[in-house]
């Protein structure tokens, strides 16, 4: 990782990766923010959270845009085109992680309307495992840290682990209660909107780790949700 004689072409690199960061940055609020409107049933709040995945879209575009400038005026090879596809790659993830912090937040205007359940202390775990996930990877992106990135490509097992338990405390409700199916059945996908953002920051970690050494992940990736197989006693 050296720099180049062009200085505009380190800029635009550069550039790239701030784009990146600032992409990460938004999704982190986004996903705090979205759990927050949850728990107060804040519509406005909720409504805002959407109004900003169009933000992140906007981002993923100019991400888009450098990257083919680079690769159409530059020819990077080596290190420098991995910086390229990796960045096309990661922001593509982020915005799907936009995409699932704002059905959070249109999940919480509809739960609104309903009558209020009470909330699993389990959905704001997961909120905060997947978030700082994101923050955490991020982090390894920018500073080129595989064994940070690695270590969140591990905590994914921790997500599951959760959402698994969550998964059975909302059908256990639901059977007590049918007048719950409906607000549980919300706060199903709400859990495996957070849970899926998860995964996506294990993608990127994959990414951060190919960025820097050239190679996939050897391991086989952790997964733990069992939800698809899972009964209610």
């Not at 845009?65 to 159409?72: E, G, K, T, V």
């Not at 085109?81 to 593509?92: F, G, P």
């Not at 009470?118 to 978030?131: D, G, M, N």
């Not at 495996?192 to 780790?209: C, P, S």
């Amino acid at each position: 990782m050296t720099d180049h004689i062009v200085k505009s072409y380190d800029e635009e690199l550069n550039r790239m990766t701030g784009v990146i960061a600032q992409m990460g940055g938004l999704v982190e609020q986004q996903i705090s923010a979205s759990v927050a409107a949850l728990v107060r049933r804040d519509t406005e709040r909720a409504a805002e959270i959407v109004a900003i995945d169009r933000r992140i879209d906007m981002l993923e575009d100019e991400v888009e845009q450098l990257a083919l400038r680079l690769l159409a005026l530059r020819n990077p090879v080596a290190f420098d085109l991995r910086r390229v596809t990796t960045a096309l790659k990661i922001a593509s993830d982020l915005e799907r992680m936009g995409d699932y912090a704002a059905n959070v937040a249109k999940r919480t205007i509809t739960l609104s309307k309903l009558e209020p359940i009470r909330l699993s202390l389990q959905v704001p775990r997961i909120a905060e495992l997947v978030q700082g996930m994101v923050k955490d990877v991020l982090d390894a992106y920018v500073d080129r840290d595989v064994e940070k990135a690695l270590s969140v490509w591990g905590r994914d097992e921790d997500v599951d682990a959760v959402y698994n338990s969550l998964f059975r405390e909302l059908l256990t409700y639901m059977m007590e209660d049918p007048r719950h199916i409906t607000p549980c059945t919300h706060m199903l996908f709400i859990a495996k909107n957070l849970e899926r953002i998860g995964d996506h920051a294990t993608n990127v970690a994959e990414q951060v780790n190919f960025l820097v050494r050239g190679k996939t992940v050897e391991e086989e990736r952790p997964k733990g949700d069992m939800t698809a197989f899972s009964a209610v006693q």
